[in-house]
């Protein structure tokens, strides 16, 4: 018993992908709105000042500005140049010297076939852009208040140190 696979597409054949295409540009900080600083209110009414993490990358200062990625997908004419069967996955190479391969489903044998899933592709890795820059600042609010915290806690700490060390030192100046 023998099995045939049906290859989509004839060597020689040109026909379209979606292209990768993108833009990053530069935005205001949405948490800061690019003062490079934020005005945290704590329980008790205090407010501390403090730098904006949104808008800093790693130990670097804030900038006052996000990087977000913007997906601009496209139609490319491809030319079915060879064709490689693994299993049931078709690839296609677009020329004889290029590294650069295509799954049969990715490809499309109209421009405007083509145009539609670059537009639905566009439009899913926007949502996902979207939804990992709210991951991301909501992570980074976490961090903010969590630095706060610890900061607020280290000065009442040393504080606290500060006036037993000088209970102690004025011990020992009353002994000499």
Sequence with gaps: MSASLPIPFAIGEIVWRCGNGHVEEYLVCPECAGTKALTLV???GEQVFIACACCSLGSDPPSGRVKRTRFEHRPERFLCARV??????????DD?????????T??????????RACDAENAQRAEEEKARAIANLASKRRDMAWSVHYWGRKVRDLAKDLE???ARLAVCKDRA
Excluded: K
């Design 96 to 104: 004889a010297l290029s590294c650069s391969y295509c799954e049969a």
């Design 42 to 44: 704590q329980g008790n």
């Design 164 to 166: 037993t060390a000088r």
């Design 84 to 93: 490689d069967v693994n299993g049931d996955v078709i690839r296609y190479r």
């Design 106 to 115: 990715r490809l499309f044998r109209s421009h405007e076939e083509c145009q």
